[in-house]
């Protein structure tokens, strides 16, 4: 590996496609931009070469891209299977389009499982060898380090932790099957249960006939609405139950939350941690281990997609 | 790593204490013996030394000792935390007295990570990268390999991958918790429901009064009783929602299955099998996926013992 490694960083979100440029040992950018990801343009690869470009340090020699989407991805071939995002990438061959175009190694893994190595790496759980990432969000997603490595799997699918059953059978989850963690413990899954409820006759400070976000349950929690308690109370209790399967599976040393539902404070994590402290089947898997917030918020994919092509490069 | 490898393999098992010499690139042992695990006389670590020195290989230096043991163990001090078949040995230091009395390096984990270790070096695992290993027995435990690396966690705790929750409120399991795997699947499991079914009047050609083994129980099932086909149906069921609920976490190439219960054939597969295709969540999961028998039956922990010393020698 040369000396002073470069890396460009991509990060395909929701709502912003984000390139940066890594100098080695620099936590901040050399520079970064961002644009929106959907546009009336219609060529999305045309946009990212366009930011990339932008970007692309002058008089410097830049030695891998690194690319973080949301899943399916195949990270073995650098494929994007499809994304929620850009409709037109389906069976997409990024990284082989991007060394095409600039002639340099890339590498793609997906936005879960690239938040968790930046955190390992930059983040929250600097200094750990066995990191367990979640983000609880839309949906629930995982992130796993191990022994300083990350779990990519055989077909590069792995860990898809918020489909993990917890209750064979409990209630629909967005994938199509039953009693998901995910159908629990994700804003989704919030929402669900006090739509269920509210059209069930519950009392509510809620409106029954109107979508009634996670965000909006947690603002009536804390005006003290029992139903919205009650929904917050079970997301926690089951993200309790699959923490101590996770804990039993992979016995890491730190567990870092991060998406927006879990920003929702003791609403979650007073449940959270009795269900946690229930359901550990030995207080062992407890002995220090670190319960941590997500330090780097949105940069948490581009630092993950610069992380992947340092590792890739250094392991070369 | 010196040319020729030489390694004593312990293993620590129910009915017998066995150690074997083997020499590098040698699957047969240089020498084997096998003692009976409980005996008279008290001392179970001199008996150990005993086995030991009968099958030192004359003329050799032997490099490393290698342990396999019941759970729960240590592996990072290798401090046997307690064991089921020497009650003596609680939070034994056997690596160290090994050490202290032959000279040479130890190395310990507990069986089932070792079983897998062995399959993956040895056995049904030969030439895969990623690694499930699952003994459906008693008990249910599991061996996972990872990127050729066998996954230990931070105390060693890693992989209980039998005390998964996969049924939040689901029968008592061995551990006291409710609803794993093992409450479901185990030999233990399907006793369980059977006693059940019978206490509640269920008509069956086995006595509601006798204690049927899981064993008697699949031979009633042969001979055509529904309560018994019921009984390893369910624990089919179950394990098919287990395993896909590791293919989404580790994607395996491969899942090895060890244990008497898992000599039940289609008795207990059969059901697996439809679970496991009806709840992984996409079928890229399952592409090229072997799923196989276990090779090395009671060698299992010897070899995985040895496989440890070596990989632990190789990676000083």
Chains 1, 2 share one sequence.
Request: net charge negative.
């Amino acid at each position: 590996m040369a000396l002073m490694t470069i890396i460009v960083a991509v990060d395909i979100g929701g709502t912003h496609l984000r390139a940066a440029a890594y100098k080695q040992d620099q936590f901040q950018p050399l520079s970064h931009k961002r644009i929106e990801t959907r546009a009336s343009e219609p060529d999305a690869f045309s946009r990212l070469v366009k930011v990339i470009e932008d970007i692309w340090p002058q008089n410097e020699k830049v030695d891998a891209i690194g690319v973080s989407s949301p899943g399916p991805v195949d990270p073995h071939t650098g494929i994007i299977m499809m994304t929620p995002n850009i409709k037109e990438w389906r069976d997409f061959h990024i990284t082989a389009k991007l060394t095409e175009y600039f002639g340099i190694p890339s590498y793609l893994d997906n936005d879960a499982n690239l938040a968790g190595l930046a955190e390992w790496k930059f983040g929250a759980g600097r200094g750990h060898h066995h990191v367990l990432y979640l983000t609880v969000s839309t949906g629930v997603g995982g992130g796993v380090i191990i022994d300083d490595r990350l779990l990519q799997g055989h077909h590069g699918l792995a860990a898809e932790l918020g489909h993990s059953t917890v209750q064979a059978d409990g209630p629909l989850c967005g994938c199509g099957q039953r009693g998901h963690l995910e159908s629990f413990s994700s804003g989704t899954g919030i929402e669900r249960f006090v739509a269920d409820q509210l059209k069930a006759g519950r009392e509510s400070v809620l409106h029954p006939n109107k979508k009634n976000s996670a965000y909006m349950i947690s603002e009536a929690a804390k005006q003290g609405d029992a139903l919205s308690i009650e929904a917050y109370s079970i997301a926690g209790k089951y993200l309790g139950i699959g923490v101590a399967n996770f804990l039993h599976t992979f016995d890491p040393s730190i567990v870092i939350f991060g998406g927006g539902v879990s920003q929702s404070g003791p609403l979650l994590f007073d449940s959270f941690e009795v269900s946690l402290k229930e359901h550990v089947m030995h207080p062992r898997y407890l002995e220090g281990l670190v319960i941590a917030k997500a330090e780097l918020g949105d940069d948490a994919g581009l630092l993950g997609a610069r992380a992947l092509a340092e590792l890739k490069l250094s392991s070369k």
